[in-house]
């Protein structure tokens, strides 16, 4: 019985990986794509976890809110932040910081 446990445990932790790792690429794919449409330079090439918590989907299922954080620059000089907003596998909206306020890009149809 306990070696069952711990296989369902061990097999709960890879999907969660696999599912965070994919995340994290939409994310990354998000900013990249963002960045492009507004012409600044992504930096990095990275994104960063920022905040995951529960939340429900439109259909009502319980899945993982996650923001991601980047920078990015307008100039080559200056760091600004980003953000990407995934509500489970759905990208819900990426914010980009700017001078003028943030720019928010709705993406959930």
């Keep these: 019985m306990e070696n069952l446990l711990l296989l369902g445990l061990l097999g709960l ?3 969660f990986w ?4 994919n995340a ?4 990354v794919a998000a900013a990249i794509r963002a ?3 507004i012409d600044v330079q992504f930096l990095d090439q990275t994104v960063s976890l920022e905040s995951m918590k ?3 989907n439109r259909q009502g299922h319980l899945v993982w809110r ?9 100039q080559g000089v ?3 932040h980003g953000r990407a907003i995934l509500r489970g596998r759905v990208l819900e909206q ?7 306020g943030t720019t928010i890009e709705q993406h959930e149809a």
């Design 66 to 74: 996650r923001i991601y954080g980047f920078e990015f620059s307008t």
């Design 78 to 80: 200056e760091r600004r």
């Design 13 to 15: 932790g890879l999907w």
């Design 54 to 56: 529960p939340t429900r």
């Design 35 to 37: 960045c492009r449409e």
């Design 94 to 100: 990426v914010q980009l910081d700017q001078d003028e």
């Design 24 to 27: 994290r690429e939409r994310a």
């Design 18 to 21: 696999i599912d965070s790792m």
